[in-house]
């Protein structure tokens, strides 16, 4: 799987936007962008994912590049409960493959801390 | 959404003991399993993946025989820590997949393990 590029932490205050970057330079063609985030002690929870064309959730939105070697995950108010580890993650197979292929592998991931 | 549930949340045992986890996808059948291993302040590492029946393949430097995984059904698979040392001591966050629908990956909350 292509490797992702994160920044180690961000900060942000409440009820404000976020915007959380991955660079994905080597990304292929069939690669789609997930994005997940972890809270203190807990597994890792789905927040979106998209292979070429923007998307939006309840949860956020996913900025993807023209060029689709960046992505930009975009929390629009943020909260206190939004403060986690944020994971952008390239999978190599669309979500409906089967088997073992498409492991998600984690990087290091964006610490948001949120201040009230 | 899908829920996936670990069993137990926490657990210390002594050095030389065993220790089974248990992983259940509560609300859809999940043809294959996945389980990660989380050190302090690290990242999720991939360990394993197992398919419903089939035996489970491990990640390079992944010990088979003292991480035994079983994925007997398609809601439950179990990961059994034998002999276990205090540097097994980590957070084990399992996921699955769902066979029958998007193919999406859940995580389950994780379980603490300390060996004492």
């Known amino acids: 799987d292509a490797k992702t590029t994160q920044p180690n932490s961000m900060e942000s205050n409440e009820e404000e936007p976020v915007h959380l970057p991955c660079n994905h330079s080597t990304i292929s063609g069939t690669d789609y962008i997930h994005w997940y985030r972890q809270l203190p002690s807990q597994g890792p929870e789905y927040v979106i994912h998209g292979l070429t064309s923007n998307v939006n959730n309840r949860m956020a939105s996913l900025a993807i590049a023209e060029d689709r070697k960046s992505s930009t995950l975009i929390l629009h108010r943020a909260t206190l409960r939004d403060a986690a580890v944020y994971y952008c993650?390239?999978?190599?197979?669309?979500?409906?493959?089967?088997?073992?292929?498409?492991?998600?592998?984690f990087g290091k991931g964006t610490k948001l801390s949120v201040k009230p | 959404g899908a829920v996936v549930s670990q069993h137990p949340s926490r657990v210390i045992c002594k050095s030389g003991t065993s220790v089974k986890i248990e992983c259940r996808s509560l609300d859809f059948q999940a043809t294959t399993m996945f389980w990660y291993r989380q050190f302090p302040k690290k990242s999720l590492m991939l360990m394993a993946t197992?398919?419903?029946?089939?035996?489970?393949?491990?990640e390079q430097g992944v010990e088979k025989d003292k991480f035994l995984i079983n994925h007997a059904s398609l809601t439950l698979s179990t990961l059994t820590v034998t002999s276990a040392h205090p540097e097994d001591s980590s957070f084990y966050i399992c996921?699955?997949?769902?066979?029958?629908?998007?193919?999406?990956?859940?995580f389950g909350p994780g379980t603490r393990l300390t060996v004492t």
């Open positions: 197992s398919n419903e029946g089939s035996k489970a393949t491990y």
């Open positions: 996921s699955a997949r769902d066979g029958g629908g998007t193919y999406e990956q859940y």
């Open positions: 993650i390239l999978r190599d197979v669309p979500p409906f493959y089967g088997g073992s292929q498409g492991n998600l592998i």
